[in-house]
């Protein structure tokens, strides 16, 4: 069994900071991209941002310059440090990992979200 789990979302100020987690556990030979998505109320989930085992990044327009995201291998972490919030910007967060176990096939495993609300 594979487990991703976030950690780090909570209530903020606008022009506020928050870091974000992800850790990947379980039955894992490797973890090719890992990435974060948001979903706010009544819209779709949106790529935020993502990374590959090798460290090439992509950003969603709305937050380039304001998000980092960085990993871990070693630990089979992924972060999104977030900064200049914006309301905007309040959603669930969620990480996804490309997982691929040591027999079988990669697949995606997502986690179970994390609320980033920023007041304005």
């Known amino acids: 069994q594979v487990q991703v789990v976030e950690s780090g979302g909570g209530l903020v100020q606008a022009g506020g900071s928050l870091r974000l987690s992800c850790t990947a556990s379980?039955?894992?030979?490797?973890?090719?991209?890992m990435a974060w998505y948001r979903q706010a109320p009544g819209r779709q989930r949106e790529l935020v941002a993502s990374?590959?085992?090798?460290?090439?990044?992509n950003y969603a327009d709305s937050v380039k310059g304001r998000f980092s995201i960085s990993r871990e291998n070693v630990k089979n972490t992924v972060a999104l440090q977030m900064s200049s919030l914006k309301p905007e910007d309040t959603a669930v967060y969620y990480c996804?990992?490309?997982?691929?176990?040591?027999?079988?096939?990669?697949?995606?495993?997502w986690g179970q979200g994390t609320q980033v609300t920023v007041s304005s």
């Open positions: 996804v990992a490309e997982i691929e176990p040591p027999t079988g096939f990669i697949r995606a495993y």
């Open positions: 379980g039955n894992i030979f490797s973890i090719q991209s």
């Open positions: 990374i590959t085992g090798t460290s090439s990044t």
